[in-house]
Structures are given as C-alpha cells and as structure tokens.
C-alpha cells in the first residue's frame, strides 16, 4: 500500500508539472533579479507586491507613477524613487519664418516637437533621423517643403567699364528637408523580424504614403501584450499628439520601430529591450478610433511598409 500511495503522489506532482508547463508561454519573459524593482508575473498584485517588499502601495503608486493599482505583466514596479524624471518647461513658439530649428542643449527631437507643437514622427521622417542622439547647433526642418531665398549681390562697377552691372539675382530653390539616404540605403531593407508586435491581430488598415498612414494598423483586445521586434534601445516611453502612449526603438543599422495608441507603456526612455520583451499594451489612445496597435518600422527616417515583415515571420 505504501509503494501504490508513494506512487500516486508522485504521479500527481508529475501531473501538476505538465500543467504548469503547459501554461507557460513560450515567449520568453526576460526577468532581471534586483532589489531595486519587482518585475510583474501572472498572478502579482499591487497588494502583493507591497507586502513582500514591505513598500507600501500608496508609496508604490507614486514611485511609479501609477495612477491606478492596475499593473502589466512584465513591468518593473520600484520600491523607491528612481531616475526623478528631469521637469522640462517648455514655451510654445511659433515657427520661423525659415522653418529651421537649431538644436539648443538638453534638447531632443520630443522637446522640439513640444515647442512648436508638431507630431514627433513628421521630424523623424522631415530629417531622416537615424539617431536620436541630436548634436547643439544642429538644424532641424520643421516641414516638409522648405524654401530658401539667396541673394546674389551686384558685382562692384569698375572705372573705365561702359556696360551696366547686371541686376541681381535671386535664386529661388526647395531645399532638400536634410541629407538624403546614399542609394544602397533606400534599398537595403531591414532582416525578417525577430518577433511579432502582436501575436494575434486582425489588419484593419494598410500602410498608405499618399494618405500620410506610414504605419499599419493591427487591431487586438484592449490590454494585449505588444512586443519588441528587435532588439534595441528605447528612445521614447510617453505621451504625443495623435498617437496617445507612443514607445520608439532605435535599432542597429539605421532602424526604428513604432508603437502608438498603447493603453500602457511598461518601459522607460533609455531601457536596453530584447526582441521578444513586452514593452506595452494594445489600446486606444490618441486619435484612435478602438483598440488597435499603430506600428511602424522606419529605416533611415523613412518609413517602410511592415506588412511584408509580418508574413515573412509567419503567425
């Protein structure tokens, strides 16, 4: 009787572990051990989390900045105040006259797009930004078509000469918006993706550059977990016109990628993401008319169609 009850019990823990197994995901949760932060898992709590870390959850909620106790699987709750975000206070202007902005220290390409209240993907694509790092003195396009005016001033008459100084000259020319990709960069496109922003989607509308749609829409559920394509770093975690809770990654090789309209963004601004890494969660936010992830993938600045890249990894 003892050999049949031993067994049985061990039949039962091997039951329980292929149940477990069975609900694990086989996307990688990437989980680094600190005392600094909790990284949420399935079945955390806000409550939970505060009474293994002895924080309180009032005190939970303003480290992080939460405005409920919802909480996201794979987000990083702190049990103290980190990284206090710098407090930029921004005056609004408007545009000169020459479209031109000239990047002052501690400025970034958000700061920018804040000052004049334009959409921080109309700069990328008006630059064909490939870093965000942006050098002082450096010149941004604030749109599209730019206009130059330069005068030719009238050569000096010299004594003894009869015919007249020509008129001067004024040469009228559309400036390019900044440097152009070399030819080998337009058609160099980015490798297959490394995983799937979504999961589960449904296309709901296509990329279109006669429109300005440079993105493609994927509808899914309202907090549906959005992915990191590749691996890369995050270069923006927060708020802008038309794309509500927008993340951005820089990418080698001259690469973003896009992500807008989340119901939560779960990383921050200058976090190393490897592909496969929950960075948000699908929502509605901005100009949005339900629940959908906006993504984009743009190389050199320019905007790529990511459709193709989605059938190339497969669902």
Do not use: C
């Not at 975000?85 to 545009?95: A, D, F, L, P, W």
């Not at 080998?184 to 979504?198: C, D, F, K």
């Not at 899914?220 to 809770?245: E, H, I, L, R």
Request: charge should be neutral; hydrophobic fraction near 35%; aromatic fraction near 6%.
């Amino acid at each position: 009787m003892r050999i049949s009850a031993s067994n049985s019990i061990w039949q039962i823990l091997f039951l329980l572990t292929i149940i477990n197994l069975a609900g694990m995901s086989s996307r990688p949760l990437y989980v680094t051990p600190s005392d600094k932060y909790h990284i949420v898992q399935q079945g955390d709590t806000l409550s939970r989390i505060s009474r293994q870390s002895g924080v309180s959850v009032a005190d939970l909620m303003l480290f992080n900045d939460l405005e409920s106790d919802r909480i996201e699987i794979g987000q990083k709750i702190y049990y103290a105040p980190h990284k206090a975000g710098k407090r930029i206070y921004i005056t609004e202007r408007k545009i000169p006259p020459d479209k031109i902005h000239r990047v002052e220290k501690g400025e970034d390409l958000s700061i920018i797009a804040q000052i004049y209240g334009l959409d921080l993907l109309d700069l990328v694509h008006y630059n064909n930004i490939t870093s965000w790092e942006l050098e002082e003195g450096k010149e941004i396009y604030l749109s599209e078509n730019i206009q130059t005016v330069a005068t030719k001033p009238s050569p000096v008459k010299k004594p003894g000469k009869v015919s007249a100084a020509p008129a001067a000259k004024v040469a009228v020319k559309t400036a390019e918006p900044a440097a152009q990709p070399r030819a080998e960069e337009e058609i160099s496109a980015p490798g297959q993706l490394q995983y799937l922003p979504v999961e589960t989607y449904k296309i709901t509308r296509r990329f279109n550059k006669t429109e300005r749609h440079q993105g493609i829409d994927l509808a899914a559920p309202a907090g549906t977990p959005v992915y990191a394509v590749y691996d890369g770093t995050v270069v923006y975690s927060g708020v802008q016109k038309g794309y509500g809770n927008l993340v951005i990654l820089e990418h080698a090789d001259r690469l973003m990628t896009v992500y807008a309209h989340n119901e939560t963004n779960i990383v921050e601004t200058g976090e190393s993401i490897k592909a496969g890494e929950k960075i948000a969660s699908v929502g509605s936010t901005g100009r949005s008319s339900g629940n959908h992830l906006h993504f984009e993938i743009r190389k050199a600045g320019q905007p790529l169609d990511p459709e193709p890249y989605l059938k190339k990894i497969g669902r």
